[in-house]
């Protein structure tokens, strides 16, 4: 699964919620390309790194 499997899940439902409008949008759509190619080119560890951040934020940005 690329990273933006899981930020898109996470991002859509934050940006419904918190900022829904366009500018925004337009943010985290290339934030989320910056982060596949990021993913396309790391190792596994750090993949695994990745993943274990996008956890714990995951888990802060749900406290919000």
Do not use: C, K
Request: glycine share 6%.
């Amino acid at each position: 699964m690329r990273a933006s499997g899981l930020i898109i899940v996470v991002t859509r439902f934050t940006a419904d919620r918190i900022n829904g409008d366009e500018a925004f949008q337009s943010v985290v759509r290339r934030m989320v390309s910056l982060v596949d190619r990021a993913g396309d080119e790391a190792t596994h560890g750090q993949r695994f790194r990745a993943r274990e951040h996008f956890t714990t934020t995951s888990r802060y940005v749900w406290m919000l």
